[in-house]
């Protein structure tokens, strides 16, 4: 597909349980953003990936979350040990390089019970 | 760290009225982007503005961008129910690479 494709579009877990979150971006896109947004709330940044440069991972709220992007391409988000406030949709999206445009995916939804 | 505010948080409009939405930036920027997240949906590119003073119009939308490049403004006139959602603003700072979000601008139409 042409655009940023993420996995699972919903996922409902238990408390405790890890959960990975998986990103496609858009082929040649160097640059690549983690976020959260809980209902009804704004875009919270949680990671930034850009070529070979070491990621920018001032946005992560705890030791629980980490990311990695592998081969420049596709991303995952791990969140471990999930806590009930980890519920929200998780945004992944890509750019042709870092000051462009960015384009989103559609989301994954984790619901923590 | 490079702060990105936008005022008002929530904007109730009445149908056919014009409002604003504003975006201010701690730091300077190199180009400022605007986003609309529709209920449901995910954020979708807008705008992007790079010149100091630039002024863009999408149809009923005019998009500004400061004289200092440290904020920007939305203006929407005539507004319709389609225009019903979120509005990001996000800037990069001068020599910088990261683009910072707002906390967005919630927008209600009243039919």
């Known amino acids: 597909g042409a655009g940023v494709s993420q996995s699972p579009s919903n996922k409902v877990t238990e408390k405790g349980k890890d959960v990975e979150l998986r990103c496609d971006p858009i082929s040649g896109h160097t640059a690549l953003y983690w976020y959260r947004q809980s209902l009804g709330q704004g875009l919270e940044f949680l990671i930034y990936?850009?070529?070979?440069?070491?990621?920018?991972k001032s946005g992560l709220p705890s030791d629980r979350f980490s990311a990695e992007r592998t081969g420049g391409s596709v991303s995952t988000l791990t969140i471990q040990r999930t806590q009930q406030e980890d519920s929200a949709v998780y945004l992944c999206?890509?750019?042709?390089?870092?000051?462009?445009?960015?384009?989103f995916g559609e989301g994954s939804w984790l619901t923590v019970v | 760290g490079q702060q990105v505010m936008q005022i008002p948080q929530y904007q109730h409009v009445q149908e056919g009225e014009d409002f604003t939405t504003y975006c201010n930036s701690s730091t300077t920027l190199s180009n400022i982007q605007w986003y609309k997240q529709r209920p449901g949906g995910h954020p979708v590119f807008l705008i992007q503005?790079?010149?100091?003073?630039e002024v863009k119009k999408q149809k009923r939308l005019t998009f500004q961008f400061g004289e200092a490049k440290k904020n920007s403004s939305l203006h929407i006139t005539a507004t319709q129910t389609t225009d019903v959602g979120t509005y990001f603003c996000?800037?990069?700072?001068?020599?910088?690479?990261?683009?910072?979000f707002g906390g967005g601008t919630r927008v209600l139409v009243k039919p």
């Open positions: 996000a800037g990069i700072k001068a020599a910088g690479n990261k683009l910072t």
């Open positions: 990936f850009q070529g070979n440069s070491a990621p920018d």
């Open positions: 503005l790079v010149k100091s003073g």
């Open positions: 999206a890509s750019s042709i390089s870092s000051g462009n445009t960015i384009y």
